[in-house]
């Protein structure tokens, strides 16, 4: 009696796990498709900074500085998503005294960048890994203020260029309201009219880490 009812509840369970098979293959990947997200990166930018040499030539030298974005996503489709980030790419500071003068350089360079972004469901690794694409034009500002002791005098000076970036990863929605993802891409930027902390302009590669809240229940 005690086998029979062992083999029944066996069974019972085998059954219960074949009819729960064709439901969990029919599981897609999570649906973005009327979602939001607002998200936070930092990651590291590679620029170039080119320096007078006089006669010489230039001295050129590439800097790795750290970067961070605050960004908002819409995807209006399941495949293709709207964005806007802004973000610092980087800030520097510097001091320079001698006898006759003392002085504070500071200057920062920050982003604002607006397109699209591409994930494909077809591409879909499991149920939450979306690879993306993503290109987005807009504006890079550079800002240079200098304090200086003699004579007195406090400078600033802020100089926009047109950016283009470009590039790709991963978002894993690893909860119902969190993303995290990881991705690599290269922007390009004109040249400033005078440099901002030693560079001609900012036209770099970089990588960057995420963390987003996820909202809406998508469609």
């Known amino acids: 009696m005690r086998t029979f009812r062992a083999i029944l509840i066996a069974a019972a369970l085998a059954a219960a796990a074949l009819l729960a098979l064709p439901a969990a293959a029919q599981e897609g990947p999570v649906s973005l498709e009327g979602r939001h997200s607002i998200r936070l990166g930092i990651g590291a930018v590679s620029a170039t900074s080119t320096m007078s040499a006089g006669s010489s030539g230039a001295n050129v030298s590439s800097d790795v500085t750290v970067s961070g974005v605050l960004g908002y996503r819409y995807w209006f489709n399941p495949d293709w998503g709207f964005q806007i980030?802004?973000?610092?790419?980087?800030?520097?500071?510097?001091?320079?005294?001698?006898?006759?003068?003392?002085?504070?350089?500071?200057?920062?360079?920050?982003?604002?960048?607006?397109?699209?972004?591409?994930?494909?469901?077809?591409?879909?690794?499991?149920?939450?890994g979306r690879p993306f694409f993503e290109l987005a034009p807009g504006l890079v500002a550079g800002t240079t203020?200098?304090?200086?002791?003699?004579?007195?005098?406090?400078?600033?000076?802020?100089?926009?260029?047109?950016?283009?970036?470009?590039?790709?990863?991963?978002?894993?929605?690893?909860?119902?309201?969190?993303?995290?993802?990881?991705?690599?891409?290269?922007?390009?930027?004109?040249?400033?009219?005078?440099?901002?902390?030693?560079?001609?302009?900012?036209?770099?590669?970089?990588?960057?880490?995420?963390?987003?809240?996820?909202?809406?229940?998508?469609r």
């Open 85 to 128: 980030d802004a973000g610092a790419m980087e800030v520097s500071s510097e001091i320079t005294a001698n006898a006759q003068n003392s002085a504070v350089t500071a200057s920062t360079t920050v982003s604002m960048l607006a397109g699209f972004r591409y994930q494909p469901v077809a591409l879909a690794l499991g149920r939450t």
């Open 145 to 218: 203020s200098a304090v200086n002791s003699n004579p007195a005098s406090v400078s600033s000076d802020t100089q926009t260029v047109m950016a283009v970036r470009g590039g790709l990863g991963v978002d894993w929605i690893v909860h119902h309201r969190i993303s995290l993802g990881v991705g690599g891409y290269y922007i390009w930027t004109q040249d400033f009219d005078l440099p901002v902390a030693g560079h001609d302009n900012m036209t770099s590669w970089g990588f960057e880490f995420s963390f987003g809240v996820m909202l809406g229940q998508g």
